[in-house]
């Protein structure tokens, strides 16, 4: 999927990298990055949904995400109706964005890969994901992030 142009580094500011597992962190410590680290949180705002059909002969499934494919077809039946789930997995429950030893207080800063669950697009039929990235202001202890769901959420319709 095409990134929306507020996930995108439109103003070429200073990229902050995250870090997902022990190992990843500790070696940026090593490399004279300071991680700060977070709890990954899953945010009830962020869902997906799925249904499954199954063959009425073959035993074969469907999963389907979308309302407009009805059951999957004639020979098939709904044997789990839509159902809503969080649809990210990451490989600890904690990670850290990498800040720079040479980072200023209040400097603009690009975060490529938010820890944090904000609403970046949403879909008609209820589905709602991610914010990948965002700009954000370094304040000498945290990052603020500059989220403003006005403008970064894209609404989606079909």
């Known amino acids: 999927m095409r990134k929306h ?6 103003h070429n500011l200073r990229i902050i990298k995250t ?11 090593q490399s004279g990055f300071f ?3 977070k709890i990954i949180k899953p945010s009830e705002k962020i869902c997906s949904k799925f249904a499954i059909s199954q063959n009425k ?3 074969e499934i469907k999963a389907l995400n979308d309302f407009r494919f009805g059951s999957g077809g004639k020979d098939y039946e709904t044997i789990i109706d839509y159902t809503s789930y969080y649809p990210y997995s990451f490989p600890s429950p904690y990670a850290a ?4 030893k040479d980072i ?7 975060l490529e890969d938010l820890i944090e669950d904000f609403v970046g697009a949403s879909w008609n039929q209820g589905d709602k994901y991610r914010l990948e990235s965002c700009e954000a202001i370094w ?5 603020e992030i500059q989220y ?11």
């Open 97 to 100: 964005y990498l800040i720079p």
């Open 57 to 59: 002969e073959t035993g």
């Open 139 to 143: 304040n000498g202890e945290d990052l």
């Open 19 to 29: 870090a997902r597992d022990k190992k990843s962190i500790n070696l940026a410590a």
């Open 148 to 158: 403003n769901p006005e403008l970064n959420i894209r609404d989606f319709i079909g």
């Open 5 to 10: 142009p507020l996930e995108t580094n439109s």
């Open 35 to 37: 991680p700060l680290v």
């Open 104 to 110: 200023e207080i209040g400097e603009h800063v690009f």
